[in-house]
């Protein structure tokens, strides 16, 4: 890894995190992930850190997800190798690290907020979003499944907004993730560098220092406008609270309409098994523990590190030969069983487990 993928500072008290690769939309690299959790600890401990904000390099992305690419081509080159088992394990300690993180721990998203980078910015104590701001689990578009914490935040969200979300890939801007409550507060990227300067100069000691922050990022916040989900929360409801896929498919259908048929038409895009595990993780994931989240996520990623899933040839068609064209197994819903389900939830030989 090149040392320049991700930067750290601590300038006036603030730990500052940069990710340093705008040319691949500041994708997180294994090193990436090697390097925060090699920092992060320190700064944690550290009394000269008060707060930590997270930023993305460039005017693009905050972090657009993982390196999915380089996991397709060391299958490709190198069967053997460990980074499929690895990059989830550290990515997923990462995120825990940031969900119990002793400190304000505070995301500016000026850009894309996608998979692995939701995973940096929603467990944090703030989210500050732009103008440019673009939020989406867009994981079943390649044979995966909405991970880094995915199954603990997205159950959280009103009504079945996080199976719509998780399931369609839709993409979300600043006022309809500011209504979820996925960000807590809208501020111009313009205003961004003013609000760093002034959460570096406030005195963030003691118990509530997050409160300290909240006060802080109030003064800056303003009104990103109308969001859209509001009116789409009772279809979303109705079509999305299904217990199974071909319920949701059969609520779609019969609701009808142009709303409807867009997400019919996302839906029969999508791996069928990648769908199916994704509903059968919020369902396991709803009343569960952000530990016990990370453990059933990482079985769930090693089964679909295995040669022959889903998830390499959702890579291969859209970001390695970029066909568009995946050949799902099995290739449609009916054809999922529930034993091809419960497989993914299985333990693994390498369990993550948090003591």
């Known amino acids: 890894m090149s040392e320049a993928e991700i930067l750290f500072e601590v300038k006036d008290g603030l730990g ?15 090193g990436m992930i090697l390097e925060m959790e090699r920092v992060m600890p320190e700064w ?9 904000i997270v930023r993305g390099a460039g005017d693009r992305a905050f972090c657009a997800g993982g390196d999915v690419a380089g996991l397709y081509r060391e299958m490709r080159d190198n069967p053997s190798g460990t980074t499929r088992r690895d990059f989830f394990r550290d990515e997923y300690i990462v995120n825990r690290r940031i969900y119990r993180f002793a400190k304000p721990w505070i995301s500016f998203i000026d850009g894309i907020d996608m998979g692995g980078g939701v995973g940096l910015s929603v467990h944090g104590s703030h989210s500050v979003a732009t103008e440019k701001f673009l939020f989406a689990m867009p994981e079943t578009t390649i044979g995966l499944f909405p991970d880094v914490g995915g199954g603990y935040f997205l159950s959280r969200l009103p009504g079945a907004l996080g199976t719509f979300l998780a ?20 501020v111009p990227s313009a205003r961004l560098n003013d609000l760093q300067a002034a959460l570096a100069a406030a005195d963030l000691a003691g118990p509530d220092a997050n409160r300290k922050v909240d006060k802080i990022l109030g003064g800056f916040a303003e009104d990103p406008g109308q969001p859209t989900l509001p009116a789409m929360m009772q279809d979303i409801d109705r079509c999305f609270s299904a217990e199974s896929l071909p319920e949701i498919v059969a609520k779609l ?54 040669k022959g899933h889903d998830f390499f040839e959702g890579v291969r068609a859209l970001l390695i030969e970029k066909d568009q064209k995946p050949k799902w197994n099995p290739a449609t819903i009916e054809g999922v069983t529930r034993e091809l389900v419960e497989e993914h939830f299985k333990p693994v030989s390498n369990d993550l487990f948090f003591g």
């Open 16 to 30: 500052i995190m940069t990710l340093n690769r705008p040319k691949a939309l500041n994708s997180l690299s294994h």
């Open 44 to 52: 944690e401990k550290d009394p000269a850190v008060k707060a930590v």
């Open 167 to 186: 399931l369609t890939s839709h993409r979300l801007k600043a006022a309809d993730a500011l209504w979820a409550k996925i960000v807590q507060v809208y």
């Open 253 to 306: 259908k019969k609701h009808g309409g142009e709303w409807a048929d867009k997400q019919l038409a996302a839906l029969m895009k999508l791996s069928p098994i990648s769908m199916a595990i994704t509903l059968e993780q919020l369902k396991r994931c709803a009343n569960r523990s952000f530990e016990d989240t990370m453990t059933i996520e990482y079985r769930m990623s090693q089964r679909c590190m295995q």
